[in-house]
């Protein structure tokens, strides 16, 4: 037998703008704009879901967000330069993790986090002739929690429950995130694309992609303020309290194709792609602090910094496709 939880009720506004200047018949500039709140995620509401009916603060998420952008259009050449600007406020997140001290499974909420995107992009196409183009695209940006968050921990054990069945405040503590990055993949990226198309329907495409100013995702608990205060030496600190920057790196794609034309408006498509041409299979492309910390009697052992080190994912080695399609 479950007793039902409480019902709540959100109210959430959006409104979109957008506004387009034409200079001429080949030069536009356009704005486009969001304000909007967001209701609380299911999987982001509850405290812990699996044992108790212990939501978070319900405060609809708030969302700003611009974009503009300058177009152009000439016979040989097209472009598009873009800055974009979006901060969202009382965000939540929930991190689940084994707590060695409490020898049981945890639950990390953090919320009432605010965080902001800013970038500017730009891409290019020349065409040198018929037969070559050269593209390049390319993106800088900054992602970053701008204020600290609240963290609160609930056990799965039942430590949070006393002797007559009554549910105990949860712990709750200060994140201290404000400034780290959002891992969202690279936040500098840029590419550059030669393409060659043959009369008889052939075309060779070979890019080289650049990526950096990557970030490894962040576990909350290691920047809670209670652990903070653990960390005594900056060696402990650099181990456990910072956000590690990956490296960054090439890659080199490529792809062929070609279209035979069949009667009736039929035709067959071919094509042949290949991603990481040098086999390039150290770049880390992302990955995630562990949330466990090398804890004995609440303390920090230092012997045991790399006991839970950091988790990399790496980019695919050379792989590719053959694709073969028909139109009719």
């Given amino acids: 037998w479950t007793e039902k939880g409480k019902v ?10 957008g506004f387009t200047y034409k200079i001429d018949g080949r030069n536009k500039l356009y704005i486009n704009g969001l304000a909007e709140t967001r209701a609380t995620q299911i999987n982001n509401s509850y405290v812990s879901v699996r044992t108790k009916d ?43 993790y084994y707590d060695d001290e409490k020898q049981t499974f945890v639950n990390f909420m953090l919320t009432e986090f605010s965080k902001r995107y800013l970038g500017v992009e730009l891409g290019v ?6 037969s070559f183009t050269v593209s390049a ?76 100013n990557n970030y490894l995702d962040i576990a909350p ?5 209670s652990n903070m205060a653990l960390y005594t030496t900056d060696e402990i600190k ?49 990955g995630y602090q562990q949330a466990r910390l090398p804890l004995s009697d609440g303390a920090i052992e230092e012997t045991g910094l790399n006991r839970f080190s950091n988790k990399y994912y790496y980019a695919w080695g050379f792989n590719m496709f053959f694709n073969v399609g028909i139109r009719f």
């Fill in 221 to 225: 608990n290691r920047f809670s303020r």
């Fill in 54 to 96: 212990t939501a978070v603060p319900m405060k609809n998420e708030q969302v700003l967000s611009a974009d503009v952008n300058y177009a152009f259009i000439y016979p040989s050449v097209r472009g598009r330069i873009s800055g974009f600007f979006t901060e969202t406020a009382n965000s939540s997140d929930l991190y689940g």
């Fill in 125 to 130: 196409s020349y065409k040198i002739n018929s």
């Fill in 137 to 212: 695209a390319g993106t800088y940006a900054d992602y970053r929690y701008n204020s600290n968050g609240l963290g609160i921990i609930s056990t799965e054990n039942g430590t949070s429950i006393n002797s007559s069945g009554t549910n105990l405040k949860d712990d709750t503590t200060t994140v201290m995130i404000n400034g780290l990055h959002v891992a969202t993949g690279p936040q500098l990226a840029a590419n550059i694309t030669i393409d060659y198309f043959h009369p008889k329907m052939w075309f060779v495409d070979l890019t080289l992609n650049y990526f950096n």
């Fill in 8 to 17: 709540w009720y959100t109210m959430n506004p959006s409104v979109k703008a």
């Fill in 238 to 286: 650099s181990a456990l309290g910072t956000q590690e920057k990956l490296n960054g790196g090439f890659l080199l794609d490529m792809s062929v194709g070609k279209v035979i034309y069949l009667k009736n408006r039929k035709s067959l498509n071919f094509s042949f792609s290949a991603s990481n041409l040098l086999n390039n299979k150290k770049m880390i492309t992302g």
